[in-house]
């Protein structure tokens, strides 16, 4: 099973911007993609973009044209840039393989206060 760690979390003030970082124990060209996820306490866990190995990039509405995706093969990661950030965008985040298993990281902490 691949593994991810993923760093990069922080406290930002809202409107701040912050770059995600998931390295993956496995290339991450062997996957049909990978998606980075966030979890709020108290609430379900929420997709929020995905990478495919081929074809469009795939964002959550309320995070479109702020977050971007990217990957680099080479290093076995995958990116999440994060800018105008807001209040509902503090949560756990996490990436994942496409399709998902139950295998996932720690994840990285990011809060977002005004």
């Known amino acids: 099973q691949v593994q991810f760690v993923e760093s990069g979390g922080g406290l930002v003030h809202t409107g701040g911007s912050l770059t995600l970082s998931c390295a993956a124990s496995?290339?991450?060209?062997?996957?049909?993609?990978i998606s980075w996820y966030r979890q709020d306490l108290g609430k379900q866990r929420e997709w929020v973009a995905t990478i495919p190995d081929e074809g469009k990039l795939l964002y959550l509405d309320s995070v479109e044209g702020r977050f971007t995706i990217s990957k680099d093969n080479s290093k076995n990661t995958v990116y999440l840039q994060m800018n105008n950030v807001r209040t509902e965008d503090t949560g756990v985040y996490y990436c994942?393989?496409?399709?998902?298993?139950?295998?996932w990281g720690q994840g990285t902490q990011v809060t977002v206060s005004s």
């Open positions: 496995r290339p991450i060209s062997n996957y049909f993609g």
């Open positions: 994942m393989t496409l399709p998902p298993t139950d295998h």
